[in-house]
């Protein structure tokens, strides 16, 4: 957002006193200290909150800021300029209204008790090919978030999706003064929440205040009646006018109804529209999937209680096809009364097979009897349940392997933390982000903060597109037959042969586009994929003469980034620069270079990470350098039987091992078709229970192995650690003689995978 003001504009547009005044302009709003990055034109607005904006008033000084908007009086040097106003959330909202009175686009404003946050996303999927649009982040729609959804418009803009809720009488006319929209989209409203107004007419009304000025509004025909007499103007829509698209056999159909009326008003085409609305992304919010006890399917989410959250996490629920018994279990014992309502309004329309409500410290008898059902737990952050839910955990029957997201997003902020300012940060995800699962750690990097994504091909890349993923991604091999998936998922491809650039040049002229961003790989002594320093020549040449690709990058791959001897890795750091300044003297426009992974980015970012890295490994913790990494993974499993041996017995297939003397062994649920490989058999593997390593004795079995437990007191359903605290993924590839890539790929599908935010 750039707001473009003096201090003095910014003065009148929030209607203030102008203390101090020092001349200046203001392109950015900040109101958190600890978010400040470019400092240099931003104002800042002490908000009283539960924390007193203007006591950070000189850590926002300190940190460059030099316009602020108050409502006490502050002291300052003089090269500040101070702003006084009566309340300086008002204020904020003023200048959101006057930054929003400089747009003519469509102002599409989105409320009800109901599904606003939903509808806001899908119908952004449904418009974002053809519009450039701009909506409200994640679900700020209260007061204060409207303000900030709005000043986040940009000129790119061609259409504007701004959430409203409003939770008491009398809110929702300060909302429209400042969102003025154009258009509006309606998403009813629930029975309980009436009690909070005066009727449900009350309720609805107040609802209806957003639109008075609206040219209309787009509603479900159940409402038609209440619209008519407001006299807003509205567009009906309902389930059955979209028969035709599936849409009843879908969760959710009222909202899908309603984005699709209003894709089409924004003339969208039918059959597309039939597609997109058939793969919407899935919403999720912060949550725990884990396989749990009896079968049972566990979402925790018990961090927060809002509706919208709620909703997310019942779409994600019901959207996945693992189990079709859906059960949700809610404490609301944390809960305003008043938004007690419309959560239970929530639920039913999802329709449960059972909804348990608990509270306090235990749960019913009947839920902890379910059996293969998908189970979703939610409250609040304050609620016992997040404990409780922990006696669904299937430590006693499973493998399962955790990756620990806190850690993931700590290692991803150091390597960032190493780079100069402005690098981008492309993380690579093939084979599954690493064997780690489809999409979840996408969706994590995409969330927090990852500029680009890269998969080894285009199906891969194909997969995180239906799954939500909105990023640049860039596949490194990608074939003359893939191309038009490439295309039709946007993905961008490396590009490492006149022939591969030539075929995929003809592909996008067909299509009708042009600019397609490509990259270029060239080779600096990997000797695996890319262009020869002595083509070079010939590809610039060949690229002036189309304009249907443009070239986003050029890089190159470190071969020997993890050798402490630099030599290699130096020789291929000056090739590249070399062929850096011939590309750069020949393109018209500006590339980016990028040639470091996760090991090159710990060792060479100040001098050669150019405009991007290329993380993978580093984020989960495991270069060769790794002192400032955390590790991410556990793999578990547990013991499944326990049996005394005598002298002579002989354990498992082939009879590999005899027992010397009396012994213990215990059967564990792991084996080599879940990565535990053979080659760990008798004695070269161990694992680790309660401390204490024990051995590997027979062969590894497919499904099982067995290990000498004689020295420790090791009961059934015991954990059993094979990755951890004890034994890391780097002691383990070591005894497989192998490199920790190699184990991460290797622990099979079959393995439940636990995904952990702390
Ligand atoms: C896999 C890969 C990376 C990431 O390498 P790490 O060693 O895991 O950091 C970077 N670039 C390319 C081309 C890759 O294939």
């Not at 952050?381 to 997040?386: D, G, P, R």
């Not at 890269?454 to 596949?475: F, N």
């Not at 039709?488 to 397609?516: C, R, T």
């Not at 060239?522 to 994929?529: A, D, F, I, Q």
């Amino acid at each position: 957002m750039k707001l473009e003001l003096s201090h003095s504009e910014l003065c009148s547009a929030v209607d203030g006193k102008l203390l101090q005044e020092s001349s200046g302009n203001i392109d950015v709003v900040i109101y958190d200290t600890r978010k400040i990055t470019t400092s240099r034109d931003g104002v800042f607005f002490a908000f009283i909150g539960h924390r007193d904006g203007h006591l950070f008033v000189q850590k926002a000084y300190d940190k460059g800021v030099r316009c602020f908007v108050v409502s006490k009086g502050i002291i300052l040097p003089e090269d500040a300029s101070v702003i006084l106003v009566e309340d300086t959330i008002y204020s904020f909202q003023e200048l959101a209204k006057h930054h929003r009175n400089r747009f003519t686009i469509p102002i599409v404003a989105i409320t009800g008790s109901l599904g606003k946050t939903t509808i806001k996303e899908w119908l952004y999927y449904l418009l974002k090919v053809e519009f450039k649009v701009g909506r409200t982040p994640k679900s700020y729609n209260s007061q204060l978030g409207v303000a900030q959804s709005l000043l986040e418009l940009n000129d790119q803009h061609e259409i504007a999706l701004i959430e409203a809720d409003i939770s008491h009488p009398g809110e929702m006319d300060r909302l429209e003064e400042i969102i003025s929209p154009t258009l509006g989209i309606f998403t009813g409203i629930g029975t309980y929440y009436e009690q909070n107004f005066e009727s449900k007419e009350a309720h609805l009304g107040e609802h209806l205040k957003l639109f008075k000025h609206a040219n209309f509004t787009f509603i479900l025909d159940e409402y038609h009646s209440q619209f008519r007499r407001s006299k807003i103007g509205m567009m009906e829509t309902s389930v059955s006018e979209w028969k035709n698209f599936g849409i009843e056999q879908q969760n959710f159909p009222e909202n899908r109804a309603l984005c699709l009326k209003a894709a089409e008003f924004f003339g969208i085409d039918h059959v597309v529209l039939k597609d997109r609305i058939a793969h919407l992304p899935v919403l999720t919010g912060r949550q725990e999937v884990f396989e749990g006890i009896n079968g049972n399917l566990i979402i925790n989410d018990t961090y927060n209680m809002d509706v919208d959250a709620l909703e997310q996490a019942l779409e994600y629920q019901f959207s996945s096809k693992e189990r079709t018994k859906k059960i949700v279990v809610l404490d609301l014992s944390h809960v305003d009364e008043l938004r007690k309502g419309d959560i239970l309004d929530v639920v039913q329309r999802y329709g449960p097979e059972q909804t348990f409500l608990v509270e306090g410290n235990e749960l019913p008898r009947e839920l902890m009897e379910m059996t293969e059902a998908s189970i979703l737990f939610k409250s609040s952050f304050h609620s016992n349940l997040k404990v409780l839910v922990q006696k669904f955990k299937n430590r006693k029957h499973e493998t399962w392997v955790e990756f620990d997201l806190k850690a993931i997003r700590s290692n991803l902020r150091h390597l960032q933390s190493l780079l100069p300012k402005g690098t981008k940060t492309l993380v690579m995800v093939k084979a599954s982000s690493y064997g780690t699962g489809d999409v979840k750690i996408p969706h994590f990097l995409q969330e927090h903060g990852a500029d680009y994504l890269g998969v080894a091909y285009t199906d891969e890349g194909a997969t995180l597109r239906e799954k939500g993923i909105e990023l640049p991604i860039l596949v490194m091999n990608s074939e003359p037959n893939a191309f038009e998936d490439l295309l039709l998922h946007q993905l961008e491809p490396s590009i490492h042969s006149m022939s591969q650039l030539k075929a995929f040049v003809e592909v996008v002229e067909q299509s009708g586009q042009s600019n397609y961003p490509i990259h270029l790989e060239v080779e600096t002594g990997m000797h695996r994929l890319g262009f020869e320093e002595s083509s070079i020549q010939e590809v610039l040449d060949y690229l002036q003469t189309t304009n249907a690709v443009q070239v986003m990058s050029v890089f190159s791959h470190l071969a020997d980034a993890d050798n402490s001897d630099s030599t290699y890795s130096k020789k291929q750091l000056e090739s590249f620069a070399i062929m850096k300044k011939q590309i750069e003297s020949n393109l018209p426009y500006t590339v980016m270079f990028h040639i470091l992974n996760s090991e090159g980015a710990l060792k060479f970012a100040k001098e050669a990470a150019y405009d991007m890295v290329r993380l993978g490994i580093g984020i989960f913790g495991y270069t060769s350098n790794n002192d400032q990494l955390l590790p991410s993974i556990r793999w578990k499993t547990s013991v499944s039987q326990l049996k005394q041996l005598e002298p002579g017995d002989t354990i498992g297939y082939g009879r590999t091992y005899t027992a010397q003397k009396a012994m213990t062994i215990a059967t564990i649920r792991v084996g080599y078709a879940d990565g535990f490989k053979r080659s760990l058999s008798n004695g070269v593997g161990k694992v680790i229970i309660k401390g204490t390593p024990c051995p590997v004795v027979g062969n590894v079995c497919m499904d099982m192995t067995m290990i000498d437990v004689s020295n420790i007191t090791c009961n059934l359903y015991d954990e059993v650690e094979i990755i951890g605290e004890h034994q890391t993924l780097q002691d383990f590839a070591k005894l497989l003689n192998t490199i920790p890539y190699e184990v991460m790929t290797s622990i099979n599908k079959r393995v439940a995978r636990v995904y952990v935010r702390s």
